[in-house]
């Protein structure tokens, strides 16, 4: 390697600088897709999101110059758009104009000018980018992870290993619920953080001894391993239920038995229960 090149790659490359009236996602997008044409090139990107003022124009632009950095917006204030296109020219900044080229042809082909407000498509799409929140932060959340975030869960489902709680969650994640799931297991105790939860947004899951050891030994038939023995043995399957149902007692949390029943009604459970309890 020359030693050119390894000075390039030692040197952090300029800055690229999101600049939206929104909150800068479509800028973000597109360019981390034109990024992976240059593979290793750990481009800093610094996303300026919600730019309403001028001022904030201003700052953005004598940060560019000032690193040597290149400017990328989506602004569609027509005046916010200009104004740092002017900037950008009068400090030799590169700005480059996403939505500037586009909405003019639009506006002539379509013989109308353009609301020129920002965040409209998200707005519009409100519920489609909820819905991706929601599931983004109940994938994050399974299985007992980030107790940090369980708190800004809507709901969380406890319950002992097999009972339900990821299909669940994932089910009442695609609904719009940001749901958290925590396992109970044998021998070790309850996490303390689960006690410091809102307890009507939490949700235990009991299921019939006979049908655990069921789904217990298809999901190891799945793997193409052999069950242990202590994981569908009927009398510590009937210990593990029961301390899972002291457990519930004990936070004072609500209950319901996910015996026999499809995903869609113990799901339209749960969230009865949610709402009238956090009416």
Do not use: C
Not at 16 to 40: H, K, M, N, R, W
Not at 107 to 122: C, D, F, I, M
Not at 154 to 163: M, P, Y
Request: proline content about 8%; glycine content about 6%; overall charge positive.
């Amino acid at each position: 390697m020359s030693p050119q090149r390894k000075r390039r790659m030692l040197t952090p490359p300029p800055p690229i600088y999101i600049v939206s009236g929104g909150i800068g996602a479509s800028g973000e997008q597109l360019v981390q897709t034109v990024l992976t044409q240059f593979p290793d090139s750990n481009v800093p990107l610094i996303t300026v999101g919600n730019v309403r003022q001028a001022t904030q124009i201003k700052r953005v632009v004598a940060q560019a110059q000032k690193t040597g950095g290149t400017i990328v917006h989506t602004l569609v204030d027509d005046r916010l758009r200009h104004r740092l296109i002017d900037l950008a020219l009068a400090a030799n900044v590169v700005a480059v104009d996403l939505m500037g080229s586009l909405l003019s042809r639009l506006e002539t082909v379509l013989n109308r000018e353009a609301l020129g407000k920002p965040g409209l498509y998200r707005q519009f799409h409100r519920a489609y980018f909820e819905r991706v929140s929601a599931i983004e932060f109940t994938m994050a959340h399974d299985d007992g992870q980030q107790p940090a975030g369980w708190p800004q869960a809507e709901i969380v489902l406890a319950g002992v290993s097999r009972a339900g709680k990821t299909p669940l969650s994932m089910y009442l994640a695609v609904l719009g619920w940001k749901v958290a799931n925590v396992p109970l297991v044998p021998e070790v105790p309850p996490p303390p953080d689960l006690f410091k939860l809102d307890r009507r947004r939490v949700i235990g899951l009991t299921i019939r001894p006979d049908q655990l050891i069921v789904f217990r030994e298809q999901r190891y038939a799945r793997l193409g391993v052999s069950t242990p023995i202590d994981y569908i043995h009927p009398r510590r399957i009937g210990e593990e239920v029961q301390a899972a149902l002291k457990v519930f007692r004990r936070g004072r949390f609500a209950v319901i038995d996910v015996t026999d029943k499809p995903i869609e009604t113990s799901a339209d459970e749960i969230i009865k229960l949610i709402e009238s309890r956090t009416k």
